[in-house]
């Protein structure tokens, strides 16, 4: 019935005060205020609803994401939100689009790397959406390694102009969001060549179209590059091809430096290149930034999962009824909880793992500002090893809670395969998870050969196992004399396992500071104690083989293990309640706060443009034949 709430009786179990954990979950009182004011605001607008969109074509659905992205930016300006309550509003409408490149990677890549004279110059375009920008790297032919891009921008001194140029047809610009339709400029790199001299890659912030009628400016060839994974999911952004017939960058020597996007390099007036004395790989610092926020994007992606199967997981009874009571709750079987507890309890360790890696991220660009590069490296593994052990984990994580779900799970209405679809390439971009963990395992080569065995004593005491277990991973693989590429496949478990260290440690100091309401640490110390056991439990082969723990130590991890979940058990309503999702974020029938499942479920199947008509479109010329055996039957 609407207005009851079916888990009323889950919810009255919660031993801890779970407004105050919606503040621990959204990082302050304020954040709280935001997340919840703007959620609600776009929850409450119809202009934002999002559950047609399984019905609608390609065609549709992305014309409606522009519609979309228009009206948000109208309600931005509107409402006049700030820079902050905009980016929770892009979030909360939660549908890919250009937008995303645009606010997440075009406008950072200017501020992190533009020069002033640069950032003068676009920012405020940037910021009035006067201009639409995306950030075009990847190629055809190379995505992971960048040094191999074959864009060319070569410097003209007779017309104090870059042009710039797609050689090859592995050179065309491949995958970059928002270009396939929308972007008007690009931030594109390419190899720089001065003097007939090559200078490695840099980027170019370079105009594709029209900012009168949107065509594409002479040499520009730009386009979607077709269907993704999954039938609607990440369709609503314009992946694109572009190529460069010898297009001339237009800015005149006057402003040459407003082409080349780096405050490390400049091309002068009088056609020099100068190389500033900082490191080269200042060039990738987007992909740094955008890691780190990856990684709280991941907390946000598990931590809806987890509530939509959480909930379910409640309000689903199979078997067990005694003497025709009620069946019982799965989940309430061990089972259940021993694969949706550990989800819930990453989706935590996710959230204060991002937490830290933001503050290490401006704690490096910080230092990077007073020319300081000593953290530049580990701020790089940090941020590569992250991104890449959350989105697995996470993207992992989304198809368990489909699975969690029973058959019901995979209905669109469920919000799961949806949300799997758009979260997956989370792996991908950014830089593929596979060659992120060979840049750890190289971070930790080097830490070692540096350092000695010990890779850093700076861990709480609670993480011995863990640093041990690295440590051993580490010698067994730098202990015998073969190349870094025939070990590469044990190191990058060496690159999951410090990964794995560094979120078990970080929750362990969170936990040591100061958090308020009642019961709420308590609650936070058995998710985070979930976590370690679960990932001690799921590779007990390196802790033992490590010698750090004996197979008793083992068992009672496991042991341990189920007494934390049956303390979660009473909680875990109130532990997803906290994330504070809307049922319109969640967009899922299966999660909805209420719990009033099947009535929603059974009303939304007569919704499908299947059932418009009793009888189907193609009865009477395909199934009636057959029926009324009119169809020639083949000669046996
Ligand atoms: C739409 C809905 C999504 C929601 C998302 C939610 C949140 C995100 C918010 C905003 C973003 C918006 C949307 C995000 C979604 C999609 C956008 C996707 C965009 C992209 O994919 S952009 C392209 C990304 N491409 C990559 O990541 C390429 C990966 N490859 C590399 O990084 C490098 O090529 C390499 C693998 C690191 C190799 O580097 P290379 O120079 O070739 O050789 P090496 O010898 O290995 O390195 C030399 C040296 O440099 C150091 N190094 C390497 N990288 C870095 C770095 N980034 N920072 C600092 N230092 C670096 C390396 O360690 C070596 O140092 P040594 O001392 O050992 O020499
Ligand atoms: C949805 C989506 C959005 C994207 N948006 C953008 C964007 O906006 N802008 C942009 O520039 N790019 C974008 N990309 C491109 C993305 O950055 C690349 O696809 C990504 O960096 C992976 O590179 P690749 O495709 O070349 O993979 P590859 O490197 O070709 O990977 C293929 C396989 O080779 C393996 N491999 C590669 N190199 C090594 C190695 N050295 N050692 C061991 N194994 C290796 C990988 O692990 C993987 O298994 C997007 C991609 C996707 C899927």
Not at 73 to 86: G, H, M, N, Y
Not at 129 to 147: D, F, K, P, R
Not at 445 to 455: F, N
């Amino acid at each position: 019935m609407e207005g009851v709430d079916h888990l009323a009786h889950e919810r009255n179990k919660s031993e801890f005060d779970v407004d105050a954990m919606k503040i621990v979950w959204a990082g302050s009182p304020h954040a709280f205020d935001v997340s919840d004011r703007i959620s609600k605001l776009v929850a409450s607008d119809p202009g934002f609803r999002k559950d047609n969109r399984s019905t609608l074509s390609r065609k549709e659905l992305f014309k409606n994401t522009l519609r979309k992205a228009a009206y948000a930016w109208k309600t931005i300006v509107d409402l006049r939100l700030s820079e902050e309550e905009a980016a929770k509003l892009r979030f909360y409408v939660d549908e890919p689009a250009f937008t995303d490149l645009h606010w997440g990677m075009f406008i950072p890549a200017i501020k992190g790397q533009g020069t002033e004279e640069q950032q003068q110059k676009w920012l405020p375009l940037a910021y009035k959406m006067q201009i639409i920008g995306c950030y075009a790297q990847t190629e055809l032919g190379h995505g992971s390694n960048v040094q191999g891009l074959e864009t060319t921008a070569t410097f003209d001194s007779q017309t104090d102009e870059f042009i710039i140029h797609s050689p090859t047809l592995t050179s065309s610009k491949w995958w970059p969001g928002g270009l396939g339709k929308v972007a008007t400029h690009a931030i594109a790199y390419a190899r720089l060549i001065v003097g007939g001299r090559e200078h490695g890659v840099h980027g170019f912030i370079v105009q594709l179209r029209s900012l009168e009628d949107h065509s594409p400016l002479l040499g520009i060839t730009v386009g979607d590059i077709g269907m993704k994974f999954g039938n609607g999911a990440y369709n609503t952004m314009d992946n694109g091809v572009l190529q460069f017939d010898h297009v001339l960058d237009v800015y005149s020597i006057a402003f040459a430096s407003i082409a080349v996007m780096l405050w490390v390099s400049q091309v002068t007036c009088e056609g020099k290149y100068k190389q500033s004395d900082v490191p080269r790989q200042l060039v990738y610092g987007t992909m740094v930034y955008v890691r780190q926020t990856i990684v709280a994007d991941a907390s946000c992606a598990l931590s809806r999962a987890v509530c939509i199967a959480t909930r379910y997981s409640a309000v689903r009874r199979q078997f067990g009824s005694q003497n025709g009571g009620p069946e019982t709750q799965v989940i309430d079987y061990k089972t259940q909880q021993s694969r949706l507890f550990p989800l819930l309890a990453s989706a935590y360790a996710f959230r204060f793992i991002g937490e830290w890696l933001k503050w290490l991220y401006a704690d490096v660009t910080q230092r990077l500002q007073a020319n300081d590069f000593s953290t530049l490296p580990e701020a790089h593994a940090c941020t590569a090893g992250l991104k890449s052990l959350t989105t697995t984990a996470t993207a992992d994580g989304i198809e368990e809670c489909r699975k969690l779900c029973g058959g019901h799970g995979y209905l669109c209405s469920s919000g799961l395969p949806e949300l799997f679809a758009v979260y997956v390439p989370a792996c991908t971009y950014e830089g593929d998870n596979t060659v992120l963990l060979l840049q750890v395992a190289r971070f930790l080569m080097k830490t070692v050969s540096q350092l000695g065995s010990r890779l850093s004593s700076k861990k709480p005491v609670g993480t011995i196992a863990y640093m041990t277990r690295v440590e051993h991973l580490m010698q067994c693989r730098c202990g015998v004399q073969r190349g870094f590429a025939e070990l590469s496949a044990d190191l990058v478990e060496a690159a999951v396992a410090h990964c794995q260290l560094i979120v078990v440690s970080k929750f362990i100091e969170k936990l040591q500071q100061e958090i308020p309401g009642k019961g709420v640490k308590q609650q936070l110390e058995v998710l985070c104690n979930i976590y370690a056991l679960f990932l001690l439990h799921k590779h007990q082969g390196d802790f033992l083989s490590t010698g750090c723990i004996t197979p008793k130590h083992a068992a009672l991890a496991n042991d341990e293990l189920r007494s934390l979940y049956s303390q979660v058990r009473p909680n875990a309503i109130a532990l997803v309640d906290a994330f504070n999702y809307t049922d319109h974020y969640l967009g899922s029938i299966l999660g909805c706060y209420d719990g009033n499942v099947y009535p929603k479920l059974y009303e939304a199947a007569w919704k499908d443009p299947l059932n418009e008509s009793v009888v189907p479109d193609g009865y009477h010329l395909y199934i009636r034949p057959l029926l009324k055996q009119e169809i020639r039957t083949a000669r046996l």
